[in-house]
């Protein structure tokens, strides 16, 4: 039988639950266990995939196709571990299987209730994990807990305790401890009060990890262990970080994982060797020279939208030993600009991000356009590769008004646009392509350098709108080759520019696979374009 770890907010959300839940889940891993996490995410929505992302920041997309709470893609990270479906459920899905189960008359005409019937539920979502037989299960409940809808959620798991017992079963809550500046002092009562309402539904924390500005200080945590009645070694610090990458460092040296690991009656191994995250973090923040990446987009506001492709650049920023600074450049800014030079005079490279509709889509061609014309490195991620593609067919090939059917159904040029299905092939369909497809990459070319010359590839896909097949012969003629193609050659997957130091399209998002020990190549590669741009040889 596995070991449970559950993990609850409290206070405020974005309080960096899913980073203390994964910086665990790797703490864990290290002692020689084996560790699956689950984030429950109390929306009602059936998955993120239809949710904004001026809301909810980015939609994090498995091997499997599954549209998730950008939290996996932490986990994903840190634990440097593929997840699927299974690793994230919403109470909408769990909703929806539940009625489906009274419709289908499995409740043999018994009142369908929150508890038992909701909570058997979730308690499911979380036991089928079990399949996977690994050592520790590590669920991390969305939310604040006070919240209506978590409710349901806490029940289940308060109820798990009494069914698995207490060595079996782990209380984590995450809660912030605000510093008052007027007066210089941290506060412990919002925390109190969040116990208190955890200790109401029945659930006794066994450990607290407390959020704030600074370290607590030895007066902070013995108020707060005494109030919530956890032992004050077990009341433990994360400070804000430089990085959030540090945060293992810090819990390890905190001694959670000794503290997990004694709770759930689990052999810590004798030293655990982090070595690798030390010299991550360490390199990280010592970086020297620095590059400036332009991220032309839409939702440039909500940072949290793009988080994978900043991860993916704190990635590459380490292997190429230079900090990557990202600008977040507004598209419909570039619309009424007349000149965009100025815009981009202090950025070495252009990123154009994925996205859909058709706002500030003109922006983003221009700024494509600019990056082309003055060989500036160009990297398009999906919606990007999009408009790459047709930016060319526009300027270079002379193809005027050509567009996505995206924006423009009656377009005489669909550079861009929905593939009819082929024969015994379904995805080219209406429907979303999504998760991982096989790409064969083409030797010869800059990408199949990139890649490190191997033949096929892996990456994950969310989009509708393919490359239309009729006008590759002429793009290819012309200077925009397809170095990347699906295996029955009928999808464009990869597009880069014949004469230029660095302009790639991808139809995929390749910033899903990125990890910090190991960098997406197209991201590494990218960032060293740049470098390149803007040191040239002398590093
Ligand atoms: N809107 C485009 C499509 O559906 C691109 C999607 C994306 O960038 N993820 O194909």
Request: glycine share 8%; net charge negative.
């Amino acid at each position: 039988m596995p070991k449970y770890i559950f993990v609850t907010g409290g206070v405020v959300s974005s309080l960096g639950k899913g980073i203390a839940t994964s910086s665990i889940g790797l703490l864990i891993k290290r002692h020689g266990y084996t560790v699956r996490p689950l984030k429950l995410d109390p929306y009602l929505n059936v998955d993120p995939g239809t949710m904004n992302p001026f809301q909810h920041g980015e939609v994090f997309v498995t091997d499997d196709g599954a549209e998730t709470d950008l939290d996996l893609g932490h986990y994903e990270r840190f634990l440097n571990q593929d997840l699927s479906r299974k690793n994230n459920a919403t109470a909408g899905q769990i909703y929806e299987s539940l009625i489906q189960k009274e419709r289908e008359g499995v409740f043999l005409g018994k009142t369908v209730q929150v508890v038992p019937h909701l909570t058997d539920e979730i308690k499911l979502r979380i036991k089928e994990l079990v399949l996977n037989k690994d050592d520790v299960i590590i669920v991390e409940i969305g939310g604040t807990v006070g919240d209506i809808e978590s409710l349901p959620f806490l029940e289940a798991i308060r109820q798990m305790r009494l069914e698995y017992g207490e060595g079996n079963t782990f209380f984590i809550h995450v809660t912030l401890v605000p510093y008052i500046r007027s007066i210089g002092e941290l506060k412990t009562k919002p925390t109190q009060h969040s116990v208190m309402k955890l200790r109401e539904i029945g659930i006794q924390p066994d450990l607290i990890i407390c959020r704030s500005e600074m370290p607590i200080g030895d007066e902070i945590r013995d108020k707060i262990s005494l109030f919530t009645n956890v032992p004050r070694e077990r009341v433990v610090e994360m400070p804000d970080l430089p990085t959030i990458y540090q945060a293992p460092l810090i819990l390890h040296k905190e001694r959670v994982d000794e503290n997990i690991l004694q709770g759930l009656k689990l052999k810590p191994s004798k030293k655990i060797d982090l070595s690798d995250w030390e010299n991550f973090t360490n390199t990280l923040l010592n970086l020297q020279q620095k590059v400036r990446i332009g991220i032309v987009g839409k939702y440039v506001d909500v940072k949290d939208s793009y988080k994978s492709i900043s991860e993916s650049f704190v990635h590459a920023s380490v292997s190429n030993n230079v900090k990557v600074e990202l600008k977040y450049i507004d598209s419909e800014k570039l619309e009424e600009m007349r000149d965009i030079s100025e815009e981009f005079s202090d950025v070495d490279a252009i990123l154009v991000p994925g996205g859909f509709g058709q706002r500030g889509i003109e922006g983003k061609i221009k700024a494509i356009e600019y990056a082309r014309e003055n060989k500036m490195p160009y990297f398009g991620i999906c919606l990007g590769m999009q408009l790459a593609s047709i930016e060319f067919a526009r300027n270079v090939l002379g193809f005027k008004g050509a567009n996505s059917t995206e924006f423009d159904p009656d377009t005489s040029f669909p550079i861009i646009t929905i593939l009819p299905e082929k024969e015994g092939i379904k995805r080219y369909g209406g429907t979303l392509r999504k998760g991982a497809y096989p790409a064969i990459i083409k030797p010869g070319t800059k990408t199949y350098e990139i890649y490190g010359k191997v033949d096929i590839i892996y990456e994950r896909h969310r989009h509708r709108y393919e490359f239309n097949p009729e006008f590759r012969s002429i793009f290819e003629e012309n200077g925009m080759i397809v170095s990347g193609e699906s295996p029955d050659g009928y999808l464009v997957e990869i597009i880069e520019l014949k004469d230029h130091p660095f302009f790639i399209g991808v139809q995929f998002h390749p910033e899903f696979k990125s990890r910090p020990m190991r960098p997406h190549p197209i991201f590494h590669h990218f960032v060293k374009a740049a470098k390149y741009r803007r040191y040239g040889n002398e590093v």
